[in-house]
């Protein structure tokens, strides 16, 4: 039985880091966001410019992404910095301290001064990490984790080294009673049959469909045609032939098992198994939901070597290509390329992946902690108001 | 009278306020590395953001126009652009737009093999600049070099009538002396529209802004083409909307100006503004404004990263954000009000530092026009 | 590594495999566990795919153990499989792909 070492929190879940931060839900906040974590060392701001004066859809959006974020397992505290009499923080810290998370938010406008507000944030931010440091680890089986799997910065190798391996890797946790996330529903545009094939029922298969119907109805109207623009021609250049065969590279990140369940962005899977998130192929914003939707730890493959990573989720980046990991070793945690150069099989790979999986899982950091790669977008789905 | 102020003399004929080194990050993947640029570098803004990459058409453009007028900014000394390098918006396509009046370069983290080597030629160039821009002194300026963007935020009834005549008498003022203004046109405003048109010049805008005072349009964003609600102003809307336009003084409105797009001429412009603040502050900044006038009842908890901007209110309102002010409004005679507005604006132009500047209150975002994919 | 392989085969059931070197005209093609050596007849760049057994016209390439396309025109043992033989799958193809495909667990 494979295990990990984790932190167990108040709702059951359980995360592998321990993170206190501090987010805005109001744009005109970030930059208090930013000052106030800078003053309380150890603490990582989260900052954005959604939350108001969006539309309804859009809010609706913001506020699942903050709340998951903030109620991530991976997070010990989390402090929302708001802003006048409309603002979410205290409805979405309300839900979260229900659900047994150490939350708290502060409204600037309200009847406290600035420097009143930012000296309360910072006693509270210095008591969450206190008491973030007693908090004890404890052991937890790989059924417990939920994987997001990502890719950016693509190149000709993705789809023949890394994104096999990570399926390789998908299918053995999903096989140990663990869960995988795969995302980008770009990706699936023109091959979507493929995956829906793979649905557990036909409620999933139709689900699927529907969302990447949408998907690409939206890039039409705003006069992007997937299906036409793809392979494109450096995709040629590089030897994929068809679509299918480009979507085949990317969906295969999540290997050959039964598709369970299809999300919304930031949303949390209910089942177990090969899950699908809808999110769009912008990296950064994709990461940011799979992560606002629960999962610990992201694999990243990428080719031409991409350095982000999660204000809160451990980010693992897989190299597809041996130059990219003889050349920028300090951004790739695996290395796929061994598959081209030194006949390793993706199998291998894939248990490479595994094993990083639950290093990482025990506290191992990652290049893009290392390197403070602590990118947050929220996926925009139309213009401020 | 004459009005001056010290600043920074750039080749192109326009000046700076500020002697910022800007470090601009093409996209969001390189934000970490200018960011960390920025902290090792005295002197310099870092000017990052969420975009940059898997944007289409309009939005792309706006992204890419924004991060061209940030670079283009009298404010900033010179400009390092720092890529990712298989972004959509490519340093290459930046570079080639920024007008070749100041020193700018690019660098790529991918084209260096890792952010490591990135910071390190990042800090070199960046140091080599700040130290030129230590060098070069303010000089004496006649206002008309300036360029004041004006914003309101949450301003009501009262807070107009108390302020409303020395903020107008000031937009008369800069105008008068050939300064350029550039006033925010916010959805409030929409309703005065039609009675702002008349002092429009150019035909295509004049026409825009009489319809918009028509009807509220709202878009819904699932697809706009059909989607479109439209309502009529309440008669509190339009209230507003006029005591809100009287503060654009009384001059003839040249255009309204977009994304990036730096006014030609001396007088007043207007720009479309959202009603989130970081980003209208940093349309602003990418519209060639060297310094703003934030006008509210409140004050507002940011300012731009590459602009000093003054918060005006009215006086004896109940705002807890007094020190963010940097001047009240007592209201009473509007000229003499005007006039010490101008004076500490020149001042802080000559590099005093706002409420807001003290508070380290800086911020950048690059709105959306649309979805990513 | 013992051996040195030259492409690589992402599924047992796929009649093409991915050459990880470019190979000409003649070079042996070596995948791992697999005994067969199938000789190149056309230069094949690396990335690109080889037919790793004769495929009639109008039969379906799989990658990945998926049809990622149609041959438009018979291929031999060797060849360079692209755009100029291989077309991507229409409706009517997808459809009847998933004819033959049982929705399990329901």
Excluded at chain 2, 137 to 159: F, H, W, Y
Excluded at chain 3, 60 to 76: L, N
């Amino acid at each position: 039985m494979k295990t990990f070492k984790g932190y167990r929190r108040a709702n059951g879940s359980i995360g592998v880091r321990n993170h206190v931060v501090v987010i805005n839900t109001a744009g005109e906040v970030a930059g208090l966001t930013k000052k106030l974590a800078g003053q309380v060392p150890g603490v990582i701001p989260i900052v954005h410019q959604a939350g108001q004066f969006q539309y309804a859809e859009d809010k609706k959006q913001t506020i699942q992404t903050l709340a998951g974020t903030a109620g991530h397992p991976n997070v010990s505290a989390a402090l929302f910095l708001g802003m006048g009499s409309e603002d979410i923080s205290e409805e979405i810290a309300a839900n979260l301290k229900e659900n047994g998370c150490h939350v708290y938010s502060i409204i600037f406008g309200g009847n406290k001064s600035i420097s009143a507000c930012l000296e309360e944030g910072e006693i509270w931010l210095k008591d969450a990490l206190e008491r973030s440091k007693q908090q004890e680890m404890e052991e937890a089986n790989v059924t417990e984790l939920k994987i997001g799997l990502e890719c950016g910065g693509s190149d000709a190798w993705s789809g023949i080294t890394a994104n096999p391996s990570i399926g390789s890797f998908s299918d053995s946790i999903v096989f140990d009673g663990g869960t995988s996330i795969l995302a980008e529903t770009t990706e699936a545009v023109g091959a979507e049959h493929i995956l829906a094939n793979r649905a557990v029922n036909l409620e999933v298969k139709n689900r699927f469909l529907e969302i990447v119907k949408r998907f690409e109805q939206r890039a039409k109207a705003a006069g992007e045609d997937i299906k036409a623009a793809n392979p494109s021609p450096g995709n040629k250049t590089g030897g994929l032939t068809t679509l299918e065969e480009k979507s085949l590279g990317c969906i295969k990140k999540g290997g050959n098992s039964t598709l369970m369940e299809v999300v919304d962005y930031a949303h949390s899977p209910t089942e177990k198994g090969f899950v699908f998130m809808d999110t769009p192929g912008y990296d950064v914003e994709s990461v940011t939901g799979l992560v606002a939707g629960g999962a610990q730890i992201i694999l990243f493959s990428t080719g031409k070597g991409s350095p982000t990573g999660s204000p809160i989720a451990p980010v693992i980046k897989i190299g597809t290509n041996p130059k990219l990991y003889k050349n920028m070793p300090e951004h790739i945690d695996v290395n796929a390329g061994k598959i081209i150069d030194q006949s390793y099989s993706f199998k291998q790979i894939g248990e490479e992946i595994y094993s990083k999986v639950l290093q990482v899982a025990d506290g191992e950091i990652t290049a893009s902690e290392k390197y403070n790669n602590q990118e947050f977008s929220i996926w925009r789905l139309a213009e401020t108001q | 009278m004459s009005y001056t102020f010290g600043g920074f003399k750039r080749d192109d004929g326009t000046a700076g306020t500020r002697n910022y080194v800007g470090i601009v990050s093409s996209v969001i993947c390189s934000s970490a590395v200018v960011r960390e640029i920025s902290e090792k570098v005295n002197g310099t803004i870092p000017i990052v953001h969420a975009n940059g990459c898997a944007q289409l058409g309009d939005d792309f453009k706006l992204t890419r126009n924004m991060l061209v007028g940030m670079s283009t900014s009298p404010n900033v000394h010179s400009a390092l652009l720092v890529g990712l390098g298989c972004e959509t918006n490519q340093v290459g396509g930046l570079l080639r737009r920024i007008p070749k009046v100041k020193p700018v370069e690019g660098i790529g983290i991918q084209q260096l093999a890792g952010g490591t080597n990135t910071i390190e030629k990042g800090v070199s160039i960046a140091e080599k600049w700040t130290e030129e821009a230590d060098k070069q002194a303010r000089t004496k300026l006649p206002m008309s070099q300036l360029t004041v963007g004006i914003l309101n935020v949450d301003m009501d009834e009262e807070a107009f009538v108390k302020a409303g005549s020395a903020v107008s008498e000031v937009v008369d003022k800069l105008v008068e002396n050939d300064a350029k203004v550039i006033f925010g046109l916010s959805k409030t405003l929409e309703p005065a529209g039609d009675e702002l048109s008349k002092r429009i010049i150019d035909p295509t805008d004049k026409e825009n802004l009489s319809e918009s005072s028509k009807e509220l349009k709202r878009y819904h964003w699932e697809d706009p083409s059909k989607n479109m609600r439209s309502d009529e102003f309440s008669a509190e809307e339009t209230k507003l909307a006029a005591l809100e336009s009287k503060i654009t003084g009384t001059h003839p409105i040249n255009s309204i100006i977009d994304y990036g797009e730096f006014p030609e001429d001396s007088g007043l412009y207007m720009t479309k503004v959202s009603s989130n603040v970081v980003e209208s502050l940093s349309k602003m900044a990418s519209n060639g404004c060297n310094i703003v006038l934030i006008v509210s009842n409140r004050g507002v908890l940011t300012g731009s990263i590459a602009l000093p901007c003054m918060t005006l209110a009215p006086e004896n309102n109940e705002s807890l954000f007094d020190e963010l002010i940097d001047y009240s409004i007592e209201g009473n005679d509007g000229s003499d009000e005007s006039e010490k507005i101008i004076q500490e604006m020149l001042e802080i132009s000559s590099g005093k530092q706002s409420q807001l500047e003290k508070l380290e209150l800086g911020d950048f975002s690059i709105p959306h026009l649309g979805t990513t994919y | 590594m013992d051996e040195q392989f030259n492409a690589l085969m992402l599924d047992e059931k796929d009649n093409v495999a991915v050459v990880l070197q470019t190979l000409r005209a003649g070079d042996l093609l070596s995948i791992q566990d697999e005994v067969k050596k199938v000789e190149v007849i056309k230069s094949i760049p690396y990335g690109h795919k080889a037919a790793l057994s004769p495929i009639p016209k109008d039969h379906r390439i799989y990658k990945y153990g998926e049809c990622m396309g149609i041959a438009t025109q018979d291929i031999e043992e060797g060849d360079h499989v692209h755009e100029s033989n291989v077309r991507g799958l229409t409706e009517e193809d997808k459809s009847y792909q998933e004819e033959g495909i049982n929705i399990e667990n329901i």
